[in-house]
């Protein structure tokens, strides 16, 4: 038997009940389009390319996570898998770029320790699942996994971390 959708008990596990709404900005830029100390940032990961170099365009994603009135940049790496997406999170620390966290297939959710959460959901494949809650660390200055749900057939087994 071949099974393309997970089980109801299983959505129901990866649903984030608090999720909230928060602007977003979707676009597509080039190099002349990002702060220039942001994209040399970029320029140090890898982007899957064979020359190395980053590619001439990239989706990103911006929204203010700590209602700073400055923009967050969620980065597209050009990693995805059966979970969607790899999203770099960027943001101007104490004037200077810093990747401060990544995520994929997320959710935003209320503020905690002045940033908003995030909480992401990944497939391992098959049926194992995992819902993982982050938060801002202000000691680590990055986002930390404070839970983690690890979801197998509708059942689910909650990890806290240590920080």
Known sequence: MVLADPPQATLEALEVPDK?????AKKTLGHK???EDLWKELLNLDWGKSDGKLPDQVDCQMLDLNSDQSLEYLVNSRAGG????????????QGVWKMVGEC?????VKKQ????GIVHTS???????TKIFQSFSIEKDEYVTTELHRIYDGKITVEKPKQ
């Not at 994929?104 to 935003?108: A, G, L, R």
């Not at 320790?113 to 908003?116: P, R, T, V, Y």
């Not at 497939?123 to 699942?129: L, N, S, T």
């Open 20 to 24: 909230i709404d928060i602007p977003i």
């Open 33 to 35: 389009d990002f702060p």
């Open 82 to 93: 059966s979970s969607g997406t790899l999203w770099y999170i960027f943001s101007k620390r």
């Open 104 to 108: 994929q297939n997320y959710s935003i």
């Open 113 to 116: 320790n002045g940033w908003h």
């Open 123 to 129: 497939r391992g494949g098959g049926e194992h699942y």
